[in-house]
T-cell receptor, first 114, second 112 residues
């Protein structure tokens, strides 16, 4: 079955440390890929997206993600985490590349230690 | 001038009642969605409308009925509410040429 997996339910990092959130998808072709962030009590905000081309994409708030076809992964990274980055992060995949239907991973909750 | 707005933000009601959640987007997008986020933060698509026409209808009880009076509005009506309907419901819209979704702030429904 086609699916999106975020293996880490919770991650805690120290402020200033680097961050990597994992995302894997199960699908035959290369789908459109997205990362969203959800702050407490808020809706989801798009961090970045990948459709084609350069496999390293830059997003807002200093985030980047790298698409690796061989690993069916689209991991999110940030070199230095700020306390305000504490939130829930969702990887999403548009499996038919028509933009009709995003399927979300289960989310990773990021906590930042001072 | 919120892009995607939902009302109400919070809704507490008794089992068996009927309630509606409204959504409006001022982005000029053709496609709108309803997603349900459960207590474990899992997001699942419920419905999608493109220019007032239903295009996605996932396996959702028929107690849930979406209505799109025009392409800027997509409302969700729920009949005979059950405890399991408690969740946060997100409205979203999408521009024609890209796959990204623009989300509202969510409507937290609590059924007692």
């Amino acid at each position: 079955a086609q699916s999106v997996t975020q293996p880490d339910i919770h991650i805690t990092v120290s402020e200033g440390a680097s961050l990597e959130l994992r995302c894997n998808y199960s699908y035959g072709a290369t789908p459109y890929l997205f990362w969203y962030v959800q702050s407490p009590g808020q809706g989801l905000q798009l961090l970045l997206k990948y459709f084609s081309g350069d496999t390293l994409v830059q997003g807002i708030k200093g985030f980047e993600a790298e698409f690796k076809r061989s690993q069916s992964s689209f991991n999110l990274r940030k070199p230095s985490v700020h306390w305000s980055d504490a939130a829930e992060y969702f990887c999403a995949v548009d499996l038919n590349n028509a933009g009709n239907m995003l399927t979300f991973g289960g989310g990773t909750r990021l906590m930042v230690k001072p | 001038d919120t892009a995607v707005s939902q009302t109400p933000k919070y809704l507490v009601t008794q089992m068996g009642n009927d309630k509606s959640i409204k959504c409006e987007q001022n982005l000029g997008h053709d496609t709108m969605y309803w997603y349900k986020q459960d207590s474990k933060k899992f997001l699942k698509i419920m419905f999608s409308y493109n220019n007032k026409e239903l295009i996605i209808n996932e396996t959702v009880p028929n107690r849930f009925s979406p209505k799109s009076p025009d392409k800027a509005h997509l409302n969700l009506h729920i009949n005979s509410l059950e405890l399991g309907d408690s969740a946060v419901y997100f409205c979203a819209s999408r521009p024609r040429r890209t796959g990204e979704l623009f989300f509202g702030e969510g409507s937290r429904l609590t059924v007692l």
